[in-house]
């Protein structure tokens, strides 16, 4: 299995982009065969160091990734995100 975890952090944090990112990221559930598992949270701790979104996603392979990545339903979601982000991190990873 592949993890996908991206953490994103808004340019501007108010509850309007804040409900723009979080739905953008919900309407991938469902529309990406290889795209096994999805999971969206929201930071409630504020910190200086937190970021604002986190996605975690399971694909069965890195292939699975690849696809999802370069996918129809994917690619106007992280148009969407990076307009309303400063930064992301992300970490993929394959559990041994």
Do not use: W
């Not at 501007?12 to 723009?20: F, I, L, P, S, W």
């Not at 996918?71 to 992300?90: A, D």
């Amino acid at each position: 299995m592949v993890k996908h975890i991206v953490m994103f952090k808004l340019a501007e944090k108010n509850t309007a982009n804040m409900e723009r990112a979080v739905q953008s990221l919900k309407s991938l559930e469902g529309e990406i065969e290889s795209l096994k598992f999805i999971e969206i949270g929201t930071d409630f701790l504020k910190s200086e160091r937190s970021y604002d979104i986190v996605l975690t996603a399971h694909f069965e392979n890195q292939e699975g990734l690849n696809t999802y990545a370069n996918h129809e339903k994917h690619l106007p979601v992280v148009k969407i995100m990076r307009s309303l982000c400063s930064s992301s991190v992300v970490v993929d990873y394959e559990l041994i």
